[in-house]
């Protein structure tokens, strides 16, 4: 036979080695940004590259967990793990409801909040009609969705991506959401957010506990969501 690749020995290697404290647990997990059709040429986007999603895939993965990565973006696939790949906020909806009855849900993913209400069929032109209107509609919350059905036995996690008024703002969605714990992520600081290889991020939990993980690896604000996860498990 033939040499696995390095990172897959590097993978089995951390799963062999790792404290397996999600085996067994199944874990659905989203990343990237969703991209919302103009015509068939242009897109409605965000920032999101997926790292930090792909990021908590991997130590899920290594820490035990049968992981489904819901994802957009572009990037190697993880060892391990199931790859669902979607486009849009209405495909990311349909592939994550589907597999919804799962121990542990991770909404990584920015996704779209609005969507332009009637895409184009052909490639909108310049010459002519002048500037065209692009007039938007509300996509559906499917977190909020989650929240309201979510079994007891599930552990519901946000993110908000927040530019002000951070933790106000995160402490809000929470609530709203029925969320067990949300990763508050200040977008707008330096090595933080959007494309960066690292984060920093403040971990809100349910019961009002909250926990700052200072700036690191995305790797390594994947392990201290997991932490924070497994706690909530341990106490539900
Ligand atoms: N989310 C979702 N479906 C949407 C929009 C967002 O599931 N259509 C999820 C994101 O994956 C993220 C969380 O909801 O985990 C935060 O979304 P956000 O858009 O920041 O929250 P809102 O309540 O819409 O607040 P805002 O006014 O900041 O848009």
Redesign the pocket.
Known sequence: GRLAAPETIVAHAERALANPDLKGVRLVV?AGGTREPIDPVRVISNRSTGKQGYAIAEAAWARGAEVTLVTTADRPDPVGVDIVRVET?DEM?HAVMQRCDVEVIV???????FRPVDPAGHKIKKTGAGVPEIVLEK??????E?GEHKPSHQTLV?????TNNVLA?AT??LE??NLDL?VANDVSAPQTGFGHDTNQVTILMADGSSSDVALMSKRGVAEAIIDSIVHARERQ
Do not use: S
């Open positions: 989203t906020a909806q909404m990584a993913a920015a996704v779209a909040d996509t559906h919350d499917f977190l909020v989650l946000g993110f908000a991506a927040e703002n809000g969605k709203r959401k949300i």
